[in-house]
């Protein structure tokens, strides 16, 4: 977590001030864009962004060594040619900083160049560029291939999401305290996207987008097999938000023109972070009728999950199928199913190898999930998701998950709703060396939600 702080801490455009105005931009305009930014718009710049990353990398280097004082940021010419004289191999870092930490910086990575108006498949290489440049001179560690994976696959998901709701949000015309929350917003979210355009290297693009954002809060039973006398109980807050619509008649789509993420945050033991889900669209084909839309293709996921019952990550890429259907004129359906190959998983592990309580390797995933009713009324849902992984480093095993949830929701006054959640987990880790290992847990959920 003190890598993130220091993130949002490292680009403050608030202290930048001001753009300066250069002639006149129509009335009807959206923004007010500086000359700078003026002339360099639509120009693809691709040294910036590798200034910028080097020098985001050498910043966060500099606090991990002289700040928070971390053995393994203190770095030379030994170390990197041992690095180099080694390769790679998996390392032991620990579960969240590994699985979310290291997205975050590759967010900052891709921003960089997507804030320089390079294409998301341009700046997925500046990704892989950070990734390699820090796991190679920057830590006294050997290089890890693991975090390589997750910083580069993660952060161009998470990226794309953080550069397309930091354009959706700005809003140049805002003034006085509105212009300050603005600002503030803007760069939390991106903070590389807001720096470029303070110096003059892009505007913000937005395209109409339309989201739409549901807060949620309650609270969380949870307890493992039948031992519901020990069931633990937290309180939770949620926050899930839809990019655009899932069908938007559009014959070209770019990626990520839909998406739709959710996090849950514990606000009482556990981990900080609960969970976070995010389902983008790549590229695919849209079919509308009258009754019914299709939306087939290939789609981008990133999984993680992390309570008392499992720990589980995954960054994944593969074609799935969107069906929404009006049965009714106030009854709706929807439905989905996809087909995912895990690029990389993690799943704890029973047994500890090392200092290392979690086993990693690739597999797929199945996505299915139904949900239907009306709005104004009761709204019911039903999804599974499975995992399976074969672990390459950790333990010697293959690993099986099954999550299945379902629930009903119902409003209470206009948009505030109810809801009720059932959680079934179930896991089966076939060890080489070790006994088999079976289990599973359950999470009751009640709560509250508001849309907008």
């Known amino acids: 977590m003190k890598k993130i ?10 202290l930048l001030g001001e753009p300066k105005i250069s002639g006149s931009l129509p009335q009807e305009s959206d923004f007010v864009v500086s000359a700078a930014s003026e002339k360099n718009q639509g120009k693809k710049n691709y040294t910036i962004p590798a200034i910028e990353n080097i020098g985001f990398i050498v910043g966060l280097w500099s606090y ?13 010419f030994n170390s990197i040619e041992a690095n180099f004289r080694n390769g790679f191999e998996w390392d032991h870092g620990g579960f969240a900083m590994n699985q979310i930490a290291h997205p975050y910086s590759g967010s900052i ?54 550069y397309r709701l930091s354009n959706h949000f700005y809003n140049d015309n805002a003034t006085g305290t509105k212009k300050v929350v603005n600002e503030f917003i803007t760069t939390l979210l991106c903070p590389m996207n807001n720096l470029n355009r303070h110096l003059g290297y892009s505007s913000p693009k937005r395209e109409n987008s339309q989201i739409q954002y549901t807060f949620s809060f309650g609270g969380n039973n949870n307890f493992m097999s039948d031992q519901i006398e020990k069931m633990d109980s937290n309180i939770f807050a949620g926050f899930q938000l839809e990019y655009n619509k899932m069908f938007q008649d559009k014959k070209i789509r770019k990626p990520f023109d839909y998406f739709k993420a959710a996090i849950d945050i514990s606000l009482y033991k556990g981990e900080t ?18 009754s019914y839309s299709i939306l087939a293709g290939a789609f981008q996921n990133f999984y993680y999950t992390n309570n008392d019952i499992i720990r589980l990550s995954s960054s994944s890429i593969g074609p799935g199928v969107e069906i929404k259907s009006e049965l009714t004129e106030k009854i709706n359906f929807k439905a989905g199913f996809h087909l995912q190959g895990i690029l990389l998983g993690a799943m704890d592990s029973r047994y500890n190898e090392e200092n290392r309580d979690y086993n990693l390797g690739p597999g797929y995933s199945i996505l299915s999930y139904l949900k239907f009713g009306r709005n104004d009324l009761i709204i019911m849902f039903i999804s599974s998701r499975f995992f399976s992984l074969s672990n390459v480093a950790g333990l010697a095993a293959s690993e099986r998950i099954w999550i299945i949830e379902s629930g009903i929701d119902f409003p209470i ?21 070790y006994a ?17």
């Not at 190679?136 to 990226?159: C, K, Q, R, V």
Request: charged content about 20%; aromatic content about 16%.
């Open 5 to 14: 702080l220091f993130i949002i801490m490292l680009f403050p455009s608030l």
């Open 64 to 76: 991990d060594r002289y700040v928070a004082k971390e053995y393994w940021a203190v770095i030379g």
């Open 109 to 162: 990575y891709f921003t960089a160049a997507r804030s320089n108006d390079l294409s998301f498949v341009e700046s997925s290489a500046y990704v892989l560029g950070g990734s390699l440049l820090w796991e190679s001179f920057m830590e006294n560690h050997y290089p890890s291939i693991n975090d390589m994976i997750t910083t580069t696959f993660g952060g161009i998901a998470l990226g794309e999401v953080l």
């Open 273 to 290: 972070v609960s969970s976070i889900i995010l389902l983008g669209h790549l590229i695919g084909r849209e079919i509308n009728q009258e």
């Open 413 to 433: 006054y206009r948009n505030l709703r109810f809801g009720l959640k059932y959680n079934y987990f179930d896991r089966q880790e076939n060890y080489d060396e």
């Open 436 to 452: 088999d290992v079976s289990g599973y847990g359950d999470l009751l959920r009640s709560y509250l939600t508001i849309s907008f």
